[in-house]
């Protein structure tokens, strides 16, 4: 497709299992980041890649969540032991090298923890 | 660290009149400012941008100027329509640069609800 992609669009998960979100970027776009969006919150950022790697993941907020991207486009987030306050929608969102800033947002993943 | 306040919504408006949604910002370098809406069961959407300041970006009716002086990117647009009814949300990006990594800041999202 031509946008971004997430699957699953919903996620109901118990606590203390562990899920993986994952995301398709746009073709060709380096750039990747996964956000987090609570119930009226506005989207707060986990995890930027450049290409395979991570290069900043300071919005991580524990060792529970982890993210790859081995081959340079699609994306997992991985979260262990979920906790109900892991609850919220998770987005996507992909650039390309000249339009880093911009980004394309995914749909997202609402996952809920029981 | 940088961070992005708006206006408390929701904001309730009649057809055809003027919107200002309210944003300030704080940021140690010169980000670049944003405006996305979320319409309901939608992903986020650019809506405009600015990337220095005096800038001003417009999209759709509306438009936004970013005001070093005052640290803001307030939103309006002259005469909504009740297909404007949406989340906005006001945010950042880190300064340009080597650091650039583009993650965005967001404000906390202000409804509008546009009535016919």
């Known amino acids: 497709g031509a946008g971004v992609s997430q699957t699953p669009s919903n996620k109901v998960t118990e606590k203390g299992k562990y899920v993986e979100l994952r995301c398709d970027p746009i073709s060709g776009h380096t750039a990747l980041y996964w956000y987090r969006q609570s119930l009226g919150q506005g989207p707060e950022f986990l995890i930027y890649?450049?290409?395979?790697?991570?290069?900043?993941d300071s919005g991580l907020p524990n060792d529970r969540f982890f993210a790859v991207r081995p081959e340079g486009s699609v994306s997992t987030l991985k979260i262990q032991r979920t906790e109900r306050g892991d609850s919220a929608v998770y987005l996507c969102?992909?650039?390309?090298?000249?339009?880093?800033?911009?980004?394309?947002f995914g749909p997202g993943t609402r996952l809920t923890v029981l | 660290g940088d961070s992005v306040t708006q206006m408390e919504g929701p904001v309730t408006l009649s057809e055809e009149a003027f919107l200002t949604i309210n944003c300030t910002y704080t940021a140690t370098g010169y980000p670049s400012l944003f405006w996305y809406v979320q319409y309901p069961g939608e992903g986020l959407q650019l809506l405009l941008k600015a990337t220095k300041a005096d800038d001003k970006g417009s999209n759709k009716g509306f438009e936004a100027t970013y005001r070093k002086e005052t640290t803001s990117f307030h939103l309006e647009k002259g005469s909504v329509q009740v297909s404007d009814s949406a989340v906005y949300f006001c945010a950042l990006s880190d300064a340009a640069g080597s650091g650039n990594t583009g993650k965005l800041i967001f404000g906390q999202g202000t409804t509008l609800q546009v009535k016919p």
């Open positions: 890649f450049q290409g395979t790697g991570a290069a900043d």
């Open positions: 969102a992909s650039s390309s090298a000249l339009e880093r800033v911009m980004g394309y």
